[in-house]
């Protein structure tokens, strides 16, 4: 697979957003002075933790959203940092769920909390990420925009967590149930990753710059095809990339037993005795990485890798085309174009 490389427009975005985080972090850091216990520790492990690297388009998508709507980005600077903000909260907590150890190439909050407790470690960091959330909510609330505008984007935000919690409560409970089809498996993924990845960051600032209808019609109908593809990408890299690349743990989702379209294809495609090396391989934390080599065969031998790349490409294309035409400067749907190239396509 060829590197695709990010986007100038993130690689600017996070120049630019990173600062303000800190400056952000740092804020809040010093309403911590004077309580009767030191939380600095917890702060400077969440302040590493956000800081940690990223590719930070949520936020970039949000300023190109307003910029759609052919209004100025910095009127949703504040709410594409919260934007950050909230993914770092999911990302948390999914850490958390998932029992992983590493993202962004360093440990996972509860992992960084957990040196003196585990349990004081998994709570810690709970609650950093749900001080996230709440962090997002402010952020967005202060958006220099009519308080009309604003309660929309909040009203977006709120629908999105539900739809994002509920993916996350279907992605828990699905490995203990009968393995999803393929339909099954887009309908969690839409609700836990495509909510909130592309759709809502754009929704948001092309509200909060009072977009058309016709720009968010469009924007709509760019971002839920681009989701889809975007977990898809994700979930071959989760699976079949190096930790080196990915900066995740190597073989989670097979040991945790994902539901994954790449799963759903693999059993389907596959001989019946690969078929059963898969099943016995599906959500065994001990699984050795000698194991989950084996399993990758059986993904790459099937044919399903390669048919979840073909599908994750349709996806891609379906979603650049709904760009076509539509009104929003030649400017911004370039830029949308090559975002969605490299969030699909990417290797890390």
Known sequence: MTVVPPPAALVRYAREADPLLR???GRKGRDL????????????????????????????LALLGCEAASARPELARNASLGLELLHAYLLIHDDFMDGDELRRGGPTLHVALGKRSPHLGDSLAILAGSLCEAWAVELLLSSPVEPERTLRAAKLLCQALQSVILGQSLDLAAPFEPPLDDGGVARLQALKTGSYTFE?????????GGASAAVLDALERFARPLGIAFQIADDLLGTLGSTEVTGKPSGSDLREGKRTLLLARALRMATPSDAALLRESLGRRDLQEASVEAARGVLIRSGAAASCREEADRLLRQALAALDGAPISEPVTRTLREIAAYAVRRES
Do not use: C, N
């Open 23 to 25: 400056e952000f972090l």
């Open 200 to 208: 809502l960051p754009l929704r948001i600032g092309a509200v909060l």
């Open 33 to 60: 002075d004077g309580l009767p216990l030191d939380l600095k520790p917890v702060h400077e492990a969440l302040t590493d933790y956000l800081l940690r690297g990223g590719k930070r388009m949520r936020g970039a």
